[in-house]
């Protein structure tokens, strides 16, 4: 559990460190950083919002790992992810591992890098629609790589994509036309999305 905490905090810090550096470079100044990747107060209808979309993004790949018996291999093999959580059993320190994992080691520190950093940026330099999309199709790019390690299968690699590339999208949509340029909304959706997938695949599948 601590290493897990350790690893969490890690994580956090490396990917926060890219927009720092990138920001002081720029800057001069650390001051405003936070401000700038969107670590701020969002709005309650961004939020709500969020709440709503992280389950049109979990509900797709989980219905799929109920009907289709490749799927739920991918899912459950040990070298995942939801497979190693689904191995330590039910129980308070899996219970914490696995919050710890899908709101914070993930989403927290994907969303500081991918939707605090990288969007924000193209957005700047392309515009909202052409940034945006370029931010989401590497965020689907990225999620397909690291799943190819576990599979070859076509169909699963296909859907890891799209899933996360379409919640990238809506996430930087809510981040910056409703939540006023906050990546909370992204960071609520991201992170229920990921606490529904861990769970259901590793107590209840």
């Keep these: 559990m ?29 001051k405003g950083f936070f401000d700038d990747i969107g670590l701020k107060k969002s709005t309650k209808r961004a939020n709500f919002l969020a709440i709503f979309a992280c389950l049109l993004f979990a509900a797709p790949p989980l219905i799929l790992t109920l009907v289709s018996n490749d ?17 330590m059993g039910m129980g308070v320190q899996t219970l914490f591992i696995l919050l710890l994992m899908a709101l914070f080691k993930t989403s927290l520190a994907e969303e500081i890098l991918f939707r605090g950093f990288l969007a924000k940026r193209l957005i700047r330099m392309a515009g909202f629609v052409k940034g945006n ?23 699963f690699l296909t859907v890891i994509f799209i899933i ?6 809506v996430s930087v949509y809510l ?31």
């Design 175 to 205: 981040n910056e036309r409703i939540a006023n340029g906050s990546i909370i909304p992204g960071w609520i959706s991201h992170g229920l999305a990921n606490v529904l997938a861990y769970s259901f695949v590793g107590f209840l599948l």
């Design 133 to 155: 999309i370029i931010q989401a199709v590497l965020f689907g790019m990225i999620h397909t790589v690291l799943f190819a390690f576990t599979t070859n299968n076509p169909v």
């Design 71 to 87: 799927f739920k291999a991918i899912m459950i093999d040990p070298n995942s992810l939801t497979g190693k959580i689904r191995e």
């Design 164 to 169: 996360p590339a379409i919640g990238a999208y």
């Design 2 to 30: 601590i290493n897990e905490l350790i690893g969490t905090v890690l994580q956090i810090l490396i990917f926060a460190l890219i927009p720092f550096l990138v920001y002081l470079f720029q800057k001069k100044t650390a």
